[in-house]
């Protein structure tokens, strides 16, 4: 399998739940990354991973937990969420270690909270 | 304030014509501009880049052109196909901050009507 591979593709959860979203990449890459869309918005970015180490977090609520344990793995972790937080939630990897490096998504896990 | 604006969120253009897509950016920090398209259920893929220091790159059927004077870039599909129907993003960033400052904007829906 090739590619940025993301489970669930689609997901409903409680305001009181807990779930994870899960990321994985072939690609041999050293970066990894969060992002959301929501309706009619530009995507967000939320958490970047390089080498395993978080170098962005762009003030995302702390209901929103990412972990890295690998260069090829990477999850977010959810707890208490709110409906505003319904979205897209794509993962994206790349090279890392150099700038302008094009950005490879994942298909997305598609978020309802109701 | 959204940095990079698409104000056009729908656009359909008949097959074998050329489709135009414009996006505008404010911050002059920008050097770095990509094209990524998303068909439904998928994630984004790369289309197309620019740096700055060009004001054209063509690939195929593909050209995007960067005024940077008008801080305003646009992507030139011809001749357009059916499978070109997705949705475009285009995205910049400041290359010195490395891919992780990428700013997209909110897309533009291409219809290519057969």
């Known amino acids: 399998e090739t590619g940025v591979t993301q489970t669930p593709r689609h997901l409903v959860m409680g305001m009181t739940n807990k779930k994870s979203l899960k990321c994985e990449q072939h690609?041999?890459?050293?970066?990894m990354y969060w992002y959301k869309q929501s309706a009619k918005k530009p995507l967000e970015l939320m958490f970047v991973?390089?080498?395993?180490?978080?170098?962005e977090n762009n003030s995302v609520p702390s209901r929103f937990s990412p972990e890295c344990p690998n260069s090829s793995h990477l999850f977010l972790h959810l707890h208490t969420l709110q409906p505003e937080d319904s979205a897209l939630y794509l993962c994206?990897?790349?090279?890392?270690?150099?700038?302008?490096?094009?950005?490879?998504f994942g298909s997305g896990t598609q978020l309802s909270v109701l | 304030d959204q940095q990079v604006k698409q104000n056009s969120p729908s656009l359909s253009v008949q097959e074998g014509r050329i489709s135009i897509l414009n996006c505008d950016y404010t911050?002059?920090?920008?050097?770095?501009f990509l094209w990524y398209k998303k068909y439904p259920a998928e994630g984004p893929t790369f289309l197309i880049s620019?740096?700055?220091?060009?004001d054209k790159n063509e690939d195929g059927r593909f050209t995007v052109f960067l005024n940077k004077s008008a801080k305003h870039l646009s992507l030139h599909i011809v001749p357009s196909q059916p499978g070109d129907s997705a949705v475009y993003f285009c995205?910049?960033?400041?290359?010195?901050?490395?891919?992780?400052?990428?700013?997209f904007g909110t897309g533009t829906r291409l219809t290519i009507i057969p």
């Open positions: 994206a990897s790349s090279r890392g270690g150099s700038t302008n490096e094009k950005l490879f």
């Open positions: 690609l041999g890459h050293n970066a």
């Open positions: 991973y390089s080498l395993e180490e978080r170098v």
């Open positions: 911050n002059s920090m920008f050097d770095y």
């Open positions: 620019i740096s700055s220091i060009k």
């Open positions: 995205a910049a960033s400041r290359g010195n901050f490395g891919n992780e400052k990428l700013t």
